[in-house]
């Protein structure tokens, strides 16, 4: 799927749709951020700005640690 859409960022993918079913992905891209626990710590549905990502990835050191 990634390919048909013409995907040029890093992505991941799944197989099966547990991973879709599971964490709820309801559009593409989706930013998931995992706490080390597992917990989602944020979902984020659509494109994520850079200060907004930087943001998330400070909040998820911070909360890590």
């Known amino acids: 799927l990634l390919k048909q859409l013409g995907t040029t960022y ?4 799944t197989t099966t749709g547990e ?3 599971t964490y709820r992905v309801l559009a593409t891209p989706t930013t998931l951020f995992l706490l080390p626990t597992g917990e989602v710590m944020n979902l984020q549905s659509g494109v994520v700005g ?5 943001e998330l990835v400070e909040t ?4 890590s640690t």
């Open 10 to 13: 890093p992505a991941g993918g």
């Open 19 to 21: 991973v879709i079913r």
């Open 50 to 54: 850079e200060g907004r990502l930087v």
């Open 60 to 63: 998820l050191l911070e909360t």
